[in-house]
């Protein structure tokens, strides 16, 4: 079975501050947090209160089409 087609929609990204945040891939099963895709800003990645990585979809807020 082929792999699905993905296609990335330009029109939608989600920002935060006014500044675009780019989507990262944690790998932090060493230390027991498991592996989901976060969010960095200018190559710094956005972390909550306890430095672990916020999930993606709760960074910033959705917009464009």
Known sequence: MAAPNYKKNPGRVRMLNGEVVQVVLYNGRAKGH???FAGSVKDN??????????PFDRIGELVGK
């Not at 990645?45 to 916020?54: A, F, G, H, S």
Request: proline letters at 8%.
């Open 45 to 54: 990645l956005i972390l909550d209160e306890n430095n672990k990585p916020v």
């Open 34 to 36: 498991g592996k989901y």
